[in-house]
């Protein structure tokens, strides 16, 4: 076995040839080796191409990022940044010219159409260096363009055409085409040699062809500067010579005044006397030798004098000529001091004063020298045209006096559409705004520096190349860095030190303060009743819903609240209502706790529960009314016996002034009692069984008086409130169901009432839910409990108010007078007749 040394000279590679030595003999086709012969580049046992693994060689020492484009596409190990899959060597592609980036055809085309490659203004952008492309891709190429769908070949790289490149290397002032083979990447530098001379051209060098650098000899320039005087000191350097800096004096027109500027300064204005004109006027002797030159300083020789007889040829007002004043006999002028005749009529030469409408002429005769001043007045306007004013015309001296700027302030807005011009007397057609925008850029820091504008500000321009980490730092952005970036956003855990023991579980962040901990405990409630479970950590203040119930300072009541933290009382007195009895009913205080001092003698506000004797009226009352009834009761009853004692009997009112009694208040029974009093009798009488209800008494009487007045208001609501209700109550007994609800809609207070004390008669369960305005009734009907009752309210309430029959006349039985008890009362004196309906005489 021999060794032998393999040159293959690749084709256009001209100036770079690869070298690939390979040990003993080898009967394989040409360009073919085994992978394990090629030294470090040994991966794996596969079978590569001899010639694209030297073209790959090649690359790796020209450009590393081509050669790794070769590598990967050839070993097809290289995505498309798009789909995310691995282009195949025979899949179409397409190739960015800005990043040379590769990508499937199909999925750049997807792309280009896609509304987020759409660029500001026109084409689309590449998806790996953002360049934007007016064309979209249309087409699989090589790399260098030349070969539309190339086939690939086992001896070429993936995508190419196998021919020289020949694309415009990206070198400065290089004129060479590539000329190695159709390759993806940038072209490598040109390996010419060019002749290069210096900046200014004195010396020259070769020099590699497409590079940069900028040839600079030690020699002095030379070249001739501005002012055609001097010649450039400046050892040799970039573009034109610096204007010479050398200081002279120049002198102006009229050689009065003089300055200190640059040599070279205005050369092409020096008429051979001065350079510039000082503004002032020239002085200079005119040609007459008698008058000197009045205009402003000039370039030049000076003008002829314009009162020489040769120029002047009219009188001074201009209307008659001198010949004709010589005809009438004034003398002819000489010289340019010899006055001018005047022709004796009026000036009438336009002056200065008047308006758009009017002229004013100079009254004078024929005058020399200048006219004026007007006796008249003018009508002169502001620059806006808002205001005028009367002035006289003796102090109008130019025709730019005849405008005035007014006081008048402009209201239009600026182009930047937040200010107001504010001008006075404005006459500008774009209000341009002055100020600095001043609002705050995107990244929150600086302000915006630009002229006042419209719509959005430009994003900060100002950037960091200092690199931008998480907190614990082990995530980085590297520079440029823009203006308000946040920190990045990091996957590890947070490393910080937190003020309890527990487990981390949130991730590393730039804010300040961690997030709370959620870690579950177990902590004691505020009001130190219970020990809570499953608490997070984070959570101070532990409210378990249980009263307080801790005595108060008064030690006679316990705090009401909800488990709580701090003192029970706020201002450290306690207000809940005194518990103590009241001396006189009984009842409680009420009155805010006052420990250490009596119960003040205030009116009792307590509800008492008052009946009639019959026990069919009911009513709550307030305890005063209760007391007033009673006391009005033992009145009278104190008055009847009195009115016996008249007659012999003795009297006891004892009974009348025990609290026993006062709690025995009773309500008077009305005509509807009195009535069931006669069913009741009626029904003795006949023998009738009570308990079959005959004459509808107890259907009467469970509904209460205020629910009866309540329902009156609105039958119709209370019609189909009852509706509802009995239906409800029959589907449930229908069905198998054990409790059934219905939901009302929300309603007002007074409704709400009449559906919780019908669902009390049918004995079903009503709740309210909801806050006002939208507060609604439930009610829930339970099987076995539920029941409709013998006679509707709205029947009761019909019944109640049709026209009832005349009462029958009563038959008065005498009877004895008896001892008046405490279980009625009576608001009248005298008794009333006992009317007995079965005391029938013949």
């Not at 060019?194 to 030379?222: E, F, H, N, W, Y």
């Not at 800096?245 to 006397?273: A, H, I």
């Not at 609290?659 to 009093?677: G, I, M, N, V």
């Not at 919780?756 to 006002?772: F, I, R």
């Amino acid at each position: 076995m021999g060794q032998r040394s393999t040159a293959n000279n690749l084709e256009g590679a001209g100036h770079e040839v690869a070298y690939l030595h390979l040990k003993g003999q080898h009967s394989k086709p040409p360009f073919w080796c085994h992978y394990s012969e090629i030294g470090p580049l040994c991966q794996s046992k596969k079978r590569v191409n001899l010639k694209v693994v030297c073209l790959t060689l090649c690359f790796v020492l020209i450009s590393s990022f081509s050669g790794c484009l070769i590598e990967q596409l050839s070993g097809e190990k290289y995505e498309c940044m798009v789909c995310c899959d691995v282009i195949r060597v025979m899949a179409p592609v397409w190739s960015c010219q800005s990043c040379y980036h590769v990508f499937h055809l199909n999925c750049i085309k997807k792309w280009a159409r896609s509304p987020a490659s759409q660029a500001d203004a026109e084409g689309w952008r590449c998806p790996a260096c953002q360049n934007v492309s007016l064309k979209n891709p249309t087409s699989y190429t090589c790399f260098c363009g030349k070969v539309t769908n190339p086939e690939w070949q086992h001896s070429e790289i993936p995508h190419s055409c196998g021919d020289m490149c020949g694309k415009k290397r990206g070198g400065v002032d290089c004129n060479h085409p590539c000329n190695i083979l159709c390759h993806p990447g940038p072209c490598p530098q040109c390996p010419a040699f060019v002749t290069k001379s210096c900046i200014c051209g004195k010396t020259s060098q070769p020099m590699r062809c497409g590079q940069a650098t900028v040839l600079k000899c030690d020699k002095v320039c030379g070249a001739t500067l501005n002012c055609t005087k001097h010649t450039c000191t400046q050892v040799c350097h970039r573009g034109t010579c610096q204007p010479c800096q050398l200081e002279v004096q120049q002198v102006c027109f009229c050689g009065v005044t003089t300055r200190e500027v640059l040599c070279g300064t205005n050369k092409d204005g020096f008429d051979g006397s001065g350079h510039f004109s000082c503004q002032k006027v020239c002085g200079k002797m005119l040609d007459c030798e008698a008058h000197r030159c009045q205009d402003l300083c000039h370039r030049g020789a000076c003008q002829s004098c314009p009162l020489s007889p040769r120029l002047v040829k009219t009188c001074p007002c201009g209307q008659t000529p001198l010949t004709k004043l010589l005809e009438l006999g004034y003398s002819e002028r000489k010289s340019c001091s010899d006055p001018i005749p005047s022709c004796g009529k009026m000036c009438n030469k336009p002056l200065a004063c008047g308006s758009s409408d009017t002229i004013h002429i100079c009254e004078k005769l024929c005058h020399e020298g200048s006219c004026g001043p007007c006796s008249l007045t003018s009508m002169i306007r502001c620059r806006c045209g808002a205001k005028t004013k009367e002035v006289p015309c003796a102090t109008i001296q130019k025709e730019d006096e005849l405008v005035f700027t007014c006081e008048r302030r402009c209201n239009k807005k600026r182009l930047c559409g937040r200010h107001k011009c504010g001008e006075l007397c404005c006459v500008n057609v774009e209000h341009k705004c002055s100020l600095i925008c001043g609002y705050k850029l995107n990244c929150g820091l600086h302000r915006c520096q630009e002229p006042c504008h419209r719509g959005k500000c430009e994003p900060c321009w100002q950037s960091s190349f200092d690199e931008l980490t998480c907190h614990c730092g082990l995530t980085v952005l590297y520079p440029p860095i823009a203006c308000g970036t946040k920190p990045p956003e990091c996957k590890n855990l947070c490393t910080r030190r937190h003020d309890c023991d527990h487990p981390v579980f949130h991730n590393c962040h730039s804010e300040e303060k961690c997030p709370p901990c959620t870690y579950l405990t177990q902590k004691w409630c505020m009001g130190k009743h219970e020990q809570r479970s499953n608490i997070p950590c984070h959570l101070q203040d532990i409210s378990c819903g249980l009263t307080c119930n801790k005595l108060l300072a008064c030690e006679m009541h316990r705090c009401r609240r909800i488990c709580h933290r701090g003192e029970c009382l706020a201002d450290g007195s306690c207000h809940q209502p005194c518990a103590l009895p009241r001396p006189d009913c009984g009842h409680p205080c009420s009155a805010p706790c006052h420990k250490g001092s009596s119960c003040p003698r205030t009116t009792c506000t307590a509800k008492v529960a008052l009946q009639c004797d019959c026990g069919r009226r009911k009513e709550t009352v307030m305890c005063t009314e209760a007391a007033t009834s009673y006391q009005r009761y033992a009145a009278i009853a104190m008055a009847s016996k009195l009115s016996d004692m008249q007659l012999g009997d003795s009297m006891d009112i004892g009974s009348l002034l025990t609290k026993k009694e006062l709690k025995q208040a009773r309500l008077e029974c009305d005509q509807e009692c009195a009535t069931l009093e006669r069913n009741r009798r009626l029904a003795d009488a006949l023998q009738i069984d009570s308990s079959s209800d005959p004459f509808n008494a107890r259907s009467t009487s469970i509904y209460s008086d205020s629910l009866k007045e309540d329902a009156r208001k609105d039958l119709k609501f209370l019609t189909e409130v009852e509706e509802e209700i009995k239906n409800l109550v029959e589907l449930l007994s229908k069905g198998k169901q054990t409790k059934r609800s219905h939901c009302f809609p929300p309603m007002n207070r007074e409704h709400r009432k009449i559906i919780h004390e019908l669902a009390e008669v049918y004995g079903v369960e009503s709740v309210s839910y909801d806050s006002e305005p939208k507060r609604n009734v439930v009610i829930t009907a339970h099987k076995g409990k539920a029941a409709c009752p013998n006679s509707t309210l709205t029947s009761v309430i019909e019944r109640e108010t049709a026209a009832r029959a005349p009462p029958p006349i009563a038959h008065i039985k005498q009877h004895s007078s008896k001892p008046v008890t405490g279980s009625s009362w009576s608001k009248t004196v005298k008794e009333e007749p006992v009317i007995d309906y079965f005391d029938v005489q013949d």
